[in-house]
């Protein structure tokens, strides 16, 4: 609380001088004033007193202590971004290939159906992506739950040593979601992969040493799906917004 900048606004509102609104908070011109100048700081009831005599008063409010968020956005910000685009690369033509399934027919015959999976960067690589310095050793993605994805899962996909190789074909939404909370290992390598059922707006960044476009979640899109992130960005912008002039 700048106590300077209150008796400024004060005598402005109230248009009455600093020694006159001193008068006729019953306080003396030079406690006033020595305030004014930080040569001395105000009990709490004694500016409630003079901000009083100018028809105003400051409503104080308790904020969580933001020190360790605080510290986590000062990283961000003086981190250098760093990004492996030979493993997202790879990602990228892995992710790409043509995945083939069977499917039922209503007559009970069995066909095939083919498509490629529906995905993009997610968490802390997209926002690497976007040139926030997260840590994202770990490539993360977030893949649209289908036919093509229950494939790509079920034929690449190793996951950790407690619970080895997992089908996808017949596990609900919830169920692989569950077997993927983990880091997933395999063909495709390490990878955090998030299901969802809809997926969210993708946009496409060219990576400074990639020749193919990125598909990348957009930052908001991030940030609705990570609290932890969410967290980070939000705290970003405050302190952004209370810098400008």
């Avoid at 020749?211 to 970003?236: F, G, I, K, N, S």
Wanted: a negative charge; aromatic letters at 4%; one cysteine or more.
């Amino acid at each position: 609380m700048d106590v300077r900048e209150l008796l400024v606004e004060a005598c402005e509102r109230a248009q009455v001088s600093q020694g006159e609104l001193a008068r006729r908070a019953g306080t003396s011109p030079s406690v006033v004033s020595a305030w004014a100048c930080g040569r001395m700081s105000p009990s709490v009831s004694s500016l409630t007193r003079v901000l009083a005599a100018a028809g105003l008063q400051v409503r104080a409010a308790l904020e969580p202590l933001l020190a360790d968020l605080d510290a986590r956005v000062d990283e961000v910000l003086a981190g250098t971004c760093v990004v492996d685009h030979a493993a997202l690369a790879a990602v990228v033509s892995k992710a790409g290939a043509e995945q083939r399934w069977g499917v039922e027919s209503e007559d009970g015959t069995v066909g095939h159906d083919t498509g490629v999976i529906t995905w993009a960067f997610d968490g802390a690589t997209a926002l690497a992506l976007h040139g926030l310095a997260f840590p994202q050793d770990v490539p993360a993605i977030c893949v649209l739950f289908d036919g093509a994805a229950q494939s790509w899962l079920t034929k690449g996909m190793v996951l950790s040593t407690t619970r080895g190789r997992v089908s996808f074909w017949d596990a609900t939404f919830e169920e692989a979601r569950e077997n993927l909370r983990d880091i997933s290992v395999g063909r495709y390598g390490m990878l955090l992969i998030r299901l969802v059922e809809r997926m969210p707006p993708v946009v496409l960044l060219r990576g400074d040493r990639v020749e193919q476009t990125l598909p990348t979640l957009p930052v908001d899109a991030v940030e609705a799906a990570h609290p932890a992130l969410a967290e980070v960005l939000c705290r970003m912008r405050t302190r952004r917004s209370d810098e400008q002039p």
